[in-house]
């Protein structure tokens, strides 16, 4: 990479502060759900899958989802803790690009976030096996129905198997829409507690 000087019109020092703030505004403009962003992850001989998952929020530099460790994404975090994000808001011309390593939130952050979520989601929670291979719908909502009896009359407990985890990113890039396809690309790289911000070419 050439070595120049920092872009003087980038968004902002740091590039979390401006997503919160393009999430909000993304949000405002009525964006079909906004805080949808594809999470790419890879096998440790680096064969790669992605998927549509929805942010739970940023909490000290880091973003947080939530997974059931069974599932094929879990299973991939689990081996090869690298993986990528990208947020498209197209009614806003902009997108937010994330690469980090992904860390397991603590128990009780887990604990405090599926107690937050309605008794339908938390029963979901225990009916599927994720990524696992079914039969049939039938044999889901069998399962539903299962969970449905066990906690009658009780609080759902969390699964083991289901939890919050952080993704951690050393890098972001800010990318914003221009004419003629001259977008407007801004990269940010850690560096220590700030961030050091390129402008790229589109």
Same mark, same amino acid.
């Given at each position: 990479?050439?070595?120049?000087?920092?872009?003087?019109?980038?968004? @902002?020092?740091?590039?979390?502060?401006?997503?919160?703030?393009?999430?909000?505004?993304?949000?405002?403009?009525?964006?079909?759900?906004?805080?949808?962003?594809?999470?790419?992850?890879?096998?440790?001989?680096?064969?790669?899958?992605?998927?549509?998952?929805?942010?739970?929020?940023?909490?000290?530099?880091?973003?947080?989802?939530?997974?059931?460790?069974?599932?094929?994404? @879990?299973?991939?975090?689990?081996?090869?803790?690298?993986?990528?994000?990208?947020?498209?808001?197209?009614?806003?011309?902009?997108?937010?690009?994330?690469?980090?390593?992904?860390?397991?939130?603590?128990?009780?952050?887990?604990?405090?976030?599926?107690?937050?979520?309605?008794?339908?989601?938390?029963?979901?929670?225990?009916?599927?096996?994720?990524?696992?291979?079914?039969?049939?719908?039938?044999?889901?909502?069998?399962?539903?129905? @299962?969970?449905?009896?066990?906690?009658? @009359?009780?609080?759902?407990?969390?699964?083991?198997?289901?939890?919050?985890?952080?993704?951690?990113?050393?890098?972001?890039?800010?990318?914003?829409?221009?004419?003629?396809?001259?977008?407007?690309?801004?990269?940010?790289?850690?560096?220590?507690?700030?961030?050091?911000?390129?402008?790229?070419?589109?």
């Amino acid at each position: 990479m050439i070595d120049v000087p920092p872009p003087s019109d980038a968004p @902002g020092p740091d590039p979390l502060a401006i997503f919160a703030m393009w999430l909000r505004e993304a949000a405002e403009r009525g964006a079909c759900t906004p805080d949808a962003f594809a999470l790419a992850t890879a096998t440790l001989d680096g064969r790669p899958s992605v998927r549509m998952v929805l942010y739970k929020g940023l909490v000290d530099g880091a973003l947080r989802l939530v997974t059931n460790s069974a599932s094929r994404k @879990g299973q991939e975090i689990a081996s090869n803790p690298s993986a990528a994000v990208v947020f498209y808001w197209p009614e806003l011309g902009r997108q937010v690009r994330m690469e980090g390593r992904v860390e397991r939130a603590s128990a009780s952050e887990s604990d405090e976030y599926f107690a937050s979520r309605d008794r339908s989601s938390q029963l979901g929670a225990w009916a599927s096996a994720q990524s696992q291979p079914i039969a049939t719908r039938t044999e889901l909502e069998a399962a539903f129905e @299962g969970a449905r009896a066990r906690f009658e @009359g009780r609080p759902v407990e969390r699964p083991p198997h289901w939890g919050v985890l952080c993704l951690v990113p050393s890098r972001v890039e800010l990318w914003i829409s221009g004419a003629h396809r001259l977008h407007d690309r801004f990269l940010y790289e850690r560096s220590g507690d700030s961030w050091r911000v390129t402008r790229l070419a589109p």
